[in-house]
Nanobody, 122 residues
Framework: QVQLVESGGGSVHAGGSLNLSCAAS????????MAWFRQAPGKEREWVAL???????AYANSVKARFTISKDSVKNTLYLRMKSLKPEDTAMYYC????????????????WGKGTQVTVSS
């Protein structure tokens, strides 16, 4: 059974940093590519970043140069390092995974975590 469990959310002031983690369990093929999404109150869920099996990564323009996605394949853990946080980064952050080797910003992910809240105050 595939399970994704996010952690590391919290409350910070603008300009601060947070590091999110997503522990993945289940068959390795179920998390060949992984991604972070976020959803703010009253807004649609948006894609934040993804990392493919070969380590290649992509970012939404809104977080580029501030967020870094990485993956520890031994620990089956996905990370999102966030710095220079802004109030508009406030959202529930979700981890997602898919069985395909290469994912894109519009990939429909099969597996999802329950999220971790990030709140950035001004």
């Amino acid at each position: 059974q595939v399970q994704l469990v996010e952690s590391g959310g919290g409350s910070v002031h603008a300009g601060g940093s947070l590091n999110l983690s997503c522990a993945a369990s289940g068959p390795t093929y179920s998390h060949r590519c992984m991604a972070w999404f976020r959803q703010a109150p009253g807004k649609e869920r948006e894609w934040v970043a993804l990392i493919n099996e070969d380590g290649s990564a992509a970012y939404a323009n809104s977080v580029k140069a501030r967020f870094t996605i990485s993956k520890d394949s031994v620990k089956n853990t996905l990370y999102l390092r966030m710095k220079s946080l802004k109030p508009e980064d406030t959202a529930m952050y979700y981890c997602a995974s898919e069985q395909i080797v290469y994912c894109y910003s519009d990939t429909k992910y099969t597996y999802w975590g329950k999220g971790t809240q990030v709140t950035v105050s001004s």
